[in-house]
């Protein structure tokens, strides 16, 4: 029996794929065994299926929302990831430096210097 509604599995796989590549996607699901697929499953039905998966916000106002809330929690790893799907989504550069602004006056500077340092990283790569 299966954990999620396969729809909303196939849905999110296209979002998903969409916004941070295939091949980072196709990798990930790869790469998950016996213990982690279920996670794996569960979360691109629920986070890209459900929660990306209506009309009512577009890709790239989701995209700008998923930095500044995976920003405030100071999730570097997912920030960088979300970072390039949010290019990906068509998000801007001065737009991106407008979200750091935000996390840097609600979550503290060091929060948005390190937001910065990434998205020059990120920038640099091309």
Not at 11 to 34: F, H, I, P, S, W
Not at 57 to 82: C, F, P, V, Y
Request: hydrophobic share 45%; net charge negative.
């Amino acid at each position: 029996m299966s954990v999620f509604d396969e729809d909303l599995f196939l849905q999110g796989l296209e979002q998903r794929k969409a916004t941070l590549g295939a091949e980072y996607v196709e990798n990930n699901l790869a790469a998950a065994d016996e213990f982690t697929r279920p996670f794996q499953e569960a979360m691109t039905a629920w986070c890209w299926g459900f929660g990306w998966g209506d009309e009512v916000i577009d890709a790239k106002t989701r995209s700008m929302m998923n930095l500044s809330m995976i920003g405030a929690l100071g999730k570097m790893q997912e920030w960088e990831l979300h970072l390039r799907g949010a290019i990906n989504n068509g998000v801007s550069k001065e737009e991106i430096r407008a979200i750091i602004h935000v996390i840097a006056i609600y979550c503290g500077v060091p929060q948005g210097l390190e937001c910065f340092r990434v998205a020059k990283k990120v920038f640099a790569e091309g």
